[in-house]
């Protein structure tokens, strides 16, 4: 009886000890999760993430309501690249984690002149429209809302908007990104016109 209970206890202890199955210890499944999150986390480090609008959808079906979830989500690396892109899940933290990787995708380049941007611009999304001027040094970002988090995102320190017609935050923030585009350098732009006034002045010449 002795000898029974021995081997009972002992089998008991190996399984409980740091060696034992289950995974629980340092070297196990759990361990090896919880130090590649902080490699990811490093390599996304560079980019500023603004989560600018959550809501929730509601559809009747048959059998019931399905509850969806859209998140509006701005990705840029406040160096002149910026994206936006809405993503939709059945959760929260999924919705995000799907427009954080949809805007990244859908990331370009913006035009900027230092801090600020190079000119005045306009421009409309569905029924929202969108003005942003060029700031001095020292302005800061006079924005709410939806453009607030684009300028964050672009890099842009000093800069002058006002929205117009419709409220909805997502417009806002797609008319935003669309003014952000139709940004030029205005050096370059003349730059270009003089070079081409120029190629074409000797063509004239020799016709005449």
């Known amino acids: 009886m002795t000898t029974q209970n021995d081997n009972r206890g002992g089998n008991a202890g190996g399984g409980r000890g740091p060696s034992g199955g289950g995974g629980r210890g340092p070297g196990g499944p759990g361990g090896e ?3 590649r999150r902080p490699r990811r986390e490093d390599e996304d480090s560079g980019l500023v993430e603004r989560v600018v609008k959550i ?15 859209n998140a509006m989500v701005v990705v840029g690396d406040g160096n002149g690249n910026v994206g936006a892109a809405l993503g939709a899940a059945g959760a929260v ?3 995000v984690r799907k427009g954080t990787t949809y805007a990244k995708k859908a990331m370009t380049k913006i035009v900027l002149n230092g801090p600020t941007i190079p000119h005045e611009i306009t421009s ?5 429209k969108v003005l942003l001027k ?5 302005t ?7 453009v607030r988090a684009v300028m ?9 908007s006002k929205t117009f017609g419709s409220s909805n935050t997502i ?15 205005p050096v370059a732009a003349v730059e270009r016109r003089k070079g081409v006034k120029a190629s074409g002045a000797p063509k004239d010449e020799a016709a005449s």
């Open 134 to 138: 060029p700031a001095a040094p020292g």
């Open 171 to 185: 417009n806002i923030v797609k008319a935003t990104l669309a003014a952000l585009e139709q940004l030029r350098d």
């Open 140 to 146: 800061g970002v006079i924005a709410g809302g939806g």
């Open 55 to 69: 809501r929730r959808v509601s559809k009747v079906v048959k059998g019931g309501r399905n509850l969806t979830f």
């Open 152 to 160: 964050d995102a672009v890099g842009v320190k000093d800069v002058l």
């Open 124 to 128: 409309k999304f569905s029924g929202a």
């Open 93 to 95: 933290p999924d919705a």
């Open 33 to 35: 999760r919880r130090g």
